[in-house]
């Protein structure tokens, strides 16, 4: 079944990031970064099937190289914190075939990205297991038309009410930073990932399947369901090995929480239109206002029953009044716990039904979202903890210490962006000063929670039961309704034979 997923996601030199070695990852390169001269290695990364890099016209040709590209990229930017690419992740569609997927991938790269002046470098992966996607690293620096790296941005003065240049304390007068592009505008985000489910609706159209994608949230499109969490390469990995993550356990409990209450929902919606019906027609027939006692139809409807086994042998008589005097008293003690008498009664308990499977349901998304939450704390104070030692490590060998800091750094980069990545988080999702992360407190919460949504989630298996009963009850009604249908139109229909005999 084809899925949406795009993600958008910014390379930066203050994240610890680099662009050389995010393009050496998804291309399963080996390239040597030369701002810093470090060589990232991924040439044993399997499962890279596709590899290409597009270019506007005014781009120099030697860019086609993966190495030039983005060396050249790390070169022109020269602060710390630069923003070295933008990443976008896309979920292939495995309705098609890979000529398909490459073609809806380029075609993408050249009508959003490419014709806009950015470099595109994409990357296809597959695993064999099911979840082809593509990688696409986008060049944020644009080039003039000599091929050179062009201003991202500029300065201007900030002018006050008189056109003024505002003065400031230090002498110096206020400026501010313009953008020189539209490339970074908050609702580029939007139209991209309209545009690429657009697009592959599209060729999923051509290629004769009925899936289609849709790059709106659940609460836009009116879906009462939690999306599941990104698992991420690492926990993937564990799931695969049997070992189970906190990820995991979030989006099991999620995906069984949504298929529950798409399931009491689908009862309680056919039961509501089952009655809305009746009602109708009892009003349209002048009926009485009130139904006449369930207890006393399932007693109809086991007088039904019984006449209709007659034909069939006294065994299986005995055998099927039996199996429907156990349901037709199972349904009758149901109803009698919950003070349901009448259809009236009925449209009621379903109404309070839905709404108790409603809230024990926003009780669940809530924990969902706050299990969500402490998962990331979880992970990042862990790694904290776990890596600081070093990091402080680091910290002792002084830049004056020259190679013995660099070989330090080299060994152990993976660890320190990690380390780099959990402390940037972790201070800026914790109130200010926070000194320490006490992973085993967070642990303990989300321990908590997860034991209070199952029990929620044991409840709304509850609601399912009785609204499944009702819809038992519901066949059972059908059936004398049926039924005294059948009579009545019988009844109609015997004073005109006898005036058509007397005729003859």
Known sequence: ?????????????????????????????????????????????????????????????????????????????????????????????????????????????????????????FNIHDTGNGNPHAHILLTMRPLDEKGTWAAKSKKEYVLDENGERVKLPSGRYKTRKVDLMDWNRQENADLWRKAWADLANDYLERSGSAERIDHRSHAERGIEELPTVHMGVAASQMEKKGIATDKGEINRMIQKTNRLMREIRGYIDSLKEWLAEVFAAKKQLQAAPHSPDIATLLTRYLSIEREKSRKYSQGWQQQHTAGELQKISKAIVYLQSKGIATLEDLDAALSSVDEEAKRLNTSVVAKQKRMRTLEKFIEHGSNYNRLKPIHDELKTLKNGWGKKREKFEQAHESDLIIWNAANRFLHANLPEGTKSFKVSEWQKEFDELKAQSTGEYEELKTKRSEVKELQQIRKCIDIVEQAEQRTQEQTHQTPRRKKEDISL
């Not at 983005?70 to 000529?99: D, G, H």
Request: charged share 25%.
């Open 1 to 121: 079944m084809a899925i949406y997923h795009c993600s958008i996601k910014i390379v930066s030199r203050g994240k610890g990031k680099s662009a050389v070695a995010a393009a050496a990852y998804r291309a399963g390169e080996k390239l040597t970064n030369e701002w810093d001269g470090l060589t990232h290695d991924y040439t044993r990364k399997g499962g890279v099937v596709h590899s290409e890099i597009m270019l506007p016209p005014h781009a120099p040709p030697s860019f086609s190289d993966r190495s030039i590209l983005w060396n050249s990229v790390e070169q022109i930017e020269k602060s710390n914190n630069s923003q070295l690419a933008r990443e976008i992740e896309i979920a292939l569609p495995v309705e098609l075939s890979r000529e398909e997927q490459t073609r809806l991938v380029r075609e993408y790269c050249s009508s959003q990205f490419v014709s806009k002046g950015m470099c595109a470098d």
